[in-house]
């Protein structure tokens, strides 16, 4: 649990899939080969932009929904394992970095600062794209859906990742892109950065964030300032 007084921050958390990552047309392509597979009609990648943010189960029912099918929960256990085993053989084909995201994890790195990835994403699939930027020996915990009880926007998955990172949540940040990051971080006791472009369908000034930032370029004056926040 969080300490009462907020100190120097000393930590970072990041949600991956719309924050770090552009990994929309790849979570797509896999969404769409299961569509096809029974019988529906593709979706853009605009419309699976809008429905990320809660874990692959979730995306795949609004998927399915979208196309007129109410998926009663015995079948969204059945799409969700194969949308899981589409979409862990392409992880990586269109996947992208988010501007600035390489420049400033690097920076925080040198500077001596903790950072994690906390994302309802699979822990499995977020490590293997992690590596593949060469994310993973900078960071010092990758929290996915799977590895708590709980999801964002519960409390559980930033608390886990500080007691790995050895810091007091009261001293550390969530960075992310939706409701989920933001309300999480709130449930934490956590401050908090919404970062534009990414994966909401509620507008990213109305999401509660303590500051709200265009791309991670301008992450270091945002936490500048959160630390003058009470």
Known sequence: MPSEKRGTIQGLLFDLDGTLVDSAPDIAAAANVLLKAHDKEPLTVDDIRLMIGNGVKALVKRAFAKRGVDLDEANLDARNEEMMAIYAKNLTVLTTVMPGADKMIDRYKQSGMKLAVV??????????????????????????????????PAPGMLFHACKQMG????????????????????????????????????????????????????????????????
């Open 119 to 152: 994302t309802n994403k699979p822990e499995k699939f977020s490590r293997e794209i992690c590596s593949y930027f060469g994310w993973d020996t900078v960071l010092d915990a990758i929290v996915g859906g799977d590895t708590c009880d709980d999801r964002k």
């Open 167 to 230: 810091v007091d949540p009261a001293n550390c940040v969530m960075i992310g892109d939706s409701p989920a990051d933001i309300d999480s971080a709130k449930n934490a006791g956590m401050r908090s950065v919404a970062v534009r472009g990414g994966y909401t369908t509620i507008p990213v000034d109305d999401l509660g964030a303590g500051m709200v930032i265009d791309t991670l370029a301008a992450l270091p004056d945002a936490v500048t300032a959160l630390k003058n926040l009470p």
